[in-house]
């Protein structure tokens, strides 16, 4: 597997494997990540893990560069050698979710731009497990991949101002919950009642790189209490 190191500013590293994103990928990422905590503890101010890359950051005057990029490159070419037992993955996180139109202002345009049933979206969209490959945009917002292909929808034109905290978005081939109010541009399909972000809890995001996610449909009355039980 191809990789390259380089600079990331002028106080960071970034690794990049010329590879699709994969499950398989990720993990030998997060691996790279953990040794790299061990290795550079008093250096990092933080370390992300994207679809096909890891970037460090450090402290100023703390590390050799040139020694770090040798690290880097000695771990990745080992990580390339070594595989992933797909079979080997973490408890999966079970997300209820109302699929309604009114929390989904999007569900009924989506069926009817798919020919296909609300039933038939909610079976495709709950049917299958999704792979958490990167945070961003806001925090606690986690990439899920991949959605069934009659479910692949083209983003706004226009991103919504207001986005809600808790609705279930689909882009591409992509899903999400949205953490808090944001604007978004991302197709609404739902709306989950669990908290996702909150500096109160430790750690602060419900998902996070690495994830296994599975989105179980919840009646009307189930999600009011699960709402009113926050």
């Given at each position: 597997?191809r990789?390259e190191?380089?600079?990331a500013?002028d106080l960071?590293?970034?690794?990049?494997?010329?590879?699709?994103?994969?499950?398989?990928?990720?993990h030998k990422?997060?691996s790279?990540q953990?040794a790299?905590q061990q290795q550079?503890?008093?250096s990092?101010?933080?370390?992300v893990v994207g679809y096909?890359t890891?970037?460090?950051?450090?402290?100023p005057l703390?590390l050799?560069?040139?020694?770090?990029?040798e690290w880097l490159?000695e771990q990745?070419e080992?990580?390339?050698?070594?595989?992933?037992?797909?079979?080997?993955r973490?408890?999966i996180?079970v997300l209820p979710v109302l699929?309604?139109?009114?929390?989904?202002p999007?569900?009924?345009?989506i069926?009817?731009s798919?020919?296909?049933?609300?039933d038939?979206i909610?079976?495709?969209?709950?049917?299958?497990?999704y792979?958490a490959y990167?945070?961003g945009?806001?925090?606690?917002?986690?990439?899920?991949?991949e959605?069934p292909?009659q479910?692949?929808t083209?983003r706004?034109?226009?991103?919504?101002p207001?986005?809600?905290?808790?609705?279930v978005?689909i882009?591409d081939?992509?899903t999400?919950?949205?953490?808090?109010?944001s604007?978004?541009?991302w197709?609404?399909?739902g709306?989950?009642?669990?908290?996702?972000?909150s500096?109160?809890?430790?750690?602060?995001a419900?998902?996070?790189?690495?994830d296994t996610?599975?989105?179980?449909p919840?009646s009307?009355a189930?999600?009011?209490?699960?709402?009113?039980?926050l």
């Amino acid at each position: 597997m191809r990789f390259e190191v380089g600079p990331a500013g002028d106080l960071g590293l970034r690794l990049m494997f010329a590879a699709s994103p994969a499950p398989a990928l990720t993990h030998k990422l997060l691996s790279i990540q953990k040794a790299a905590q061990q290795q550079f503890a008093n250096s990092l101010t933080d370390s992300v893990v994207g679809y096909s890359t890891l970037t460090l950051f450090y402290r100023p005057l703390t590390l050799e560069r040139n020694r770090a990029t040798e690290w880097l490159m000695e771990q990745a070419e080992a990580a390339s050698s070594f595989d992933i037992d797909p079979a080997s993955r973490d408890e999966i996180i079970v997300l209820p979710v109302l699929y309604h139109p009114s929390v989904a202002p999007d569900l009924e345009w989506i069926a009817d731009s798919k020919s296909l049933s609300i039933d038939a979206i909610i079976n495709l969209h709950c049917g299958a497990d999704y792979f958490a490959y990167a945070t961003g945009f806001a925090p606690g917002f986690c990439y899920l991949g991949e959605i069934p292909q009659q479910l692949a929808t083209p983003r706004l034109g226009a991103p919504r101002p207001l986005v809600p905290a808790g609705a279930v978005a689909i882009a591409d081939r992509q899903t999400a919950v949205y953490p808090c109010e944001s604007p978004g541009g991302w197709r609404l399909i739902g709306s989950c009642p669990t908290t996702l972000f909150s500096l109160n809890s430790a750690p602060a995001a419900r998902l996070s790189v690495g994830d296994t996610v599975r989105f179980q449909p919840v009646s009307e009355a189930d999600y009011q209490s699960l709402r009113n039980a926050l």
